[in-house]
């Protein structure tokens, strides 16, 4: 049974006040995100399709990780971060190698404070369809690779993508982005964009209730150079939990449970209860982990490794966990 946030809050909040957590809604979405980074479960998982119109490749902020991808319908590998630095590898993939084939696979370039860095140096805007007290904390670097910051106002959008005559941006002109901090109290979505010659170039879009934001950012290597060339990206990727803030929100396990025993534990660690908190999470992800072998239980073999030394998986008949 799956339920909203103020169900939650409701259910939970002798909970929370017992132990000592005094804003309710946020002990929850704390103790949530803790559960949602305990194992890849199945209920953070999504499949996504995207278009690829160039060799980087951003995910949006609610997906984390991606786990299995195909391109233009053929699967296809997932390279971790150090593949450019491996002994007898392909080096740097900025620089692809003679002969090295498009669609090789994709190549996993971590985590960013935006979706997408300026094409060149240029100042930045920052735009909402709500009033937003208080103004985005930008820090970068230049063209000359010194590092700045600036304060950014946040626009109001009066049609969202339809930028004002007159928008207020950046005093400074940034050519990357090292980190993003939201002010406090943002009530809608906030997306940052450079300007620069009359142009627009889209940047992030932010969640009001992630103070710093952080994209995951991915390359094709040996992407075709014909112009306009699109890759089709059928992924599957880990959510990553977006805090709730509306009562209507949905949380995204089908059980309270867990979330009363991960309330319990973050308790019992405050006070210095080390065995009470580890007994508590060990409960909370038993409960999940249990609740997930059930659901996931049919005939043959379950693929619980797809990347596995380079095989086509790891088969296993007992385990439900993709790791």
């Known amino acids: 049974m799956r339920y909203t946030f103020g169900q939650a809050k409701r259910s939970l909040a002798r909970f929370a006040d017992a132990y000592g957590l005094a804003d309710v809604g946020e002990a929850i979405n704390i103790a949530v995100d803790e559960l949602a980074n305990t194992a890849n479960w199945q209920r953070m998982k999504r499949v996504v399709r995207m278009n690829a119109a160039g060799p980087y490749l951003a995910l949006p902020q609610d997906c984390d990780t991606i786990v299995r991808a195909a391109i233009d319908g053929r699967p296809v590998s997932i390279k971790g971060t150090d593949y450019e630095f491996l002994q007898g590898g392909p080096g740097d993939l900025d620089y692809v190698p003679d002969g090295y084939a498009p669609l090789h696979g994709i190549h996993d370039l971590g985590y960013y404070a935006s ?78 964009y450079g300007y620069l010659d009359g142009e ?13 934001p952080e994209f995951r950012r991915y390359r094709i290597p040996g992407f075709s150079d014909e112009d306009d060339k699109t890759y ?12 709730m803030v509306d009562d209507r929100d949905t949380v995204p396990f089908d059980s309270l449970l867990p979330v009363q025993y991960m309330l319990q534990s973050m308790r019992a660690a405050s006070i210095g ?14 409960g999940l982990v249990v609740r997930e072998n059930t659901q996931n239980e049919r005939q043959g073999f379950v693929v619980i490794n797809t990347q596995y030394s380079g095989s086509l998986g790891e088969a296993s008949e007992t385990e439900y966990d993709n790791i």
């Open 115 to 192: 979706m997408f860095d300026p094409p060149e140096a240029m100042p930045v805007a920052a735009f909402s369809v709500s009033e937003t007290d208080g103004k985005l904390r930008v820090r970068g670097r230049l063209d000359s690779g010194d590092t700045a910051g600036a304060e950014v106002a946040v626009n109001i959008w009066t049609d969202v993508g339809e930028m004002p005559d007159s928008p207020s941006v950046s005093a400074v002109s940034f050519a990357s982005i090292d980190s993003v901090v939201l002010p406090t109290g943002a009530a809608a979505y906030i997306s940052l």
């Open 273 to 286: 209860e080390k065995r009470d908190a580890e007994e508590f999470r060990v409960m909370a992800e038993r």
């Open 232 to 243: 089709r990206v059928l992924a599957e990727v880990r959510a990553r939990f977006l805090p």
């Open 200 to 212: 627009w170039h889209f940047l992030s879009r932010m969640h009001p209730g992630i103070q710093v």
